[in-house]
């Protein structure tokens, strides 16, 4: 079976620190990646997606992703984080029969 | 244009009982879906459909029923309430199931049962 491996379930940055998420997935056939963004208490909201192209994707709040075909990775990165970044942050993807499949979340967790 | 509203955002069932939890799209996106979230299992498919008229399951649709009546409204409903469902349920829409299309959601809805 498919599977997205979020390695870290927690991590803790200082504020205005860069941070990488990291997103393992086992599917040799890829077909879109996503990071999506949960706030305390809300729903998920797209930060940013890989469709095809350029495989360093830039997305909203500062964030990017680099796909790495050869290493099946797709890790979310911010070269300075602020306290409002603090959320719980998903990687999917959506393999070649078009099933999403879901990480566990990484909680990003900003330090004053 | 208000996206995916989903209702209630809170609520407590008694073992045993049913209920629904409702969920609207103004986006004419013809696929819908409700997913489950769990501490550390990240999002787990119930069900979805496709369009009006066409479920299916997802990865854990014991204990849960859909219908998809029109292309805005995607009801979920708990048959007989267990702890075990004890969650926070996410309604979700896309245009379509097959392309990148951004997924949008709804803010969420908390269910506890005792």
Redesign the interface.
Known sequence: AQSVTQLD?QVPVFEEAPVELRCNYSSSVS??L?W?VQYP??????LL?Y?SGSTLVKGINGFEAEFNKSQTSFHLRKPSVHISDTAEY?CAV?DSN?Q?I????TKLIIKP | NAGVTQTPKFQVLKTGQSMTLQCAQDMNHEYMSWYRQDPGMGLRLIHYSVGAGITDQGEVPNGYNVSRSTTEDFPLRLLSAAPSQTSVYFCASSPDRFSGNTIYFGEGSWLTVV
């Open positions: 379930s077909v879109y996503f999506y208490n809300q729903g998920l909201q797209l997606k469709l998903f959506k078009y999403l879901w990480g566990a979340g």
